[in-house]
T-cell receptor, first 113, second 114 residues
Framework: GDSVTQMEGPVTLSEEAFLTINCTYT??????LFWYVQYPGEGLQLLLKATKADDKGSNKGFEATYRKETTSFHLEKGSVQVSDSAVYFC????????????FGKGTMLLVSP | DGGITQSPKYLFRKEGQNVTLSCEQNLNHDAMYWYRQDPGQGLRLIYYSQIVNDFQKGDIAEGYSVSREKKESFPLTVTSAQKNPTAFYLC?????????????FGDGTRLSIL
């Protein structure tokens, strides 16, 4: 079945540092890929998405590129802020039309001033 | 504002008791979902529904039940058969289509055992 693997956290960075959170996936067909963010005590918010190979999703300074050859969708940001501290989830949706999501286990990001 | 409303925010269950978690959306989405979140485990799909009066089991449906009598509502009942119900429960909704529709999430209900 489909699966998503994320790097384990927590990832601890100083403000203005460069961020990479790795995500790789296993799926048949041509899945869509998503990054969600969860702040403490809240639900998940869509951060960005990509629906086909070589697509780049971007939002709020975060970027991720759909790499089919390496089955990866790594999240990057050039300069993190304290307010970026949260848990980040990588997810895929298969192409069957049901839009069910398979999530990674999440990566906690802690940014210090 | 359109969105998903989950209630209550916190819920406590006694042994042998069924409890129902509410989820309402005003986004006019056809599909709705229930997930369970445990620390370090990510999100696991409990049930989902693509259309009114129809729903399917997800990966961990045992001990849970749902109904979908209205497009806007998808309540989840945690039955006494669910032996480890303590978790954070998230409801989501989306348009249906080719699988590239993002899901929109509520703020969750935290269920604990008394």
């Amino acid at each position: 079945g489909d699966s998503v693997t994320q790097m384990e956290g927590p990832v601890t960075l100083s403000e203005e540092a460069f961020l990479t959170i790795n995500c790789t996936y296993t799926a048949t067909g041509y899945p869509s890929l998503f990054w969600y963010v969860q702040y403490p005590g809240e639900g998940l918010q869509l951060l960005l998405k990509a629906t086909k190979a070589d697509d780049k999703g971007s939002n709020k300074g975060f970027e991720a590129t759909y790499r089919k050859e390496t089955t990866s969708f790594h999240l990057e940001k050039g300069s993190v802020q304290v307010s970026d501290s949260a848990v980040y989830f990588c997810a895929l949706s298969d192409s069957s039309g049901y839009s069910t999501l398979t999530f990674g286990k999440g990566t906690m990001l802690l940014v210090s001033p | 504002d359109g969105g998903i409303t989950q209630s209550p925010k916190y819920l406590f269950r006694k042994e042998g008791q069924n409890v129902t978690l509410s989820c309402e959306q005003n986004l006019n989405h056809d599909a709705m979902y229930w997930y369970r979140q445990d620390p370090g485990q990510g999100l696991r799909l409990i049930y989902y529904s693509q259309i009114v009066n129809d729903f399917q089991k997800g990966d961990i449906a045992e001990g849970y039940s749902v109904s979908r009598e209205k497009k806007e509502s998808f309540p989840l009942t945690v039955t006494s058969a669910q032996k480890n119900p303590t978790a954070f429960y998230l409801c989501a909704s989306s348009n249906t289509g080719t699988g590239n529709q993002p899901q929109h999430f509520g703020d969750g209900t935290r269920l604990s055992i008394l």
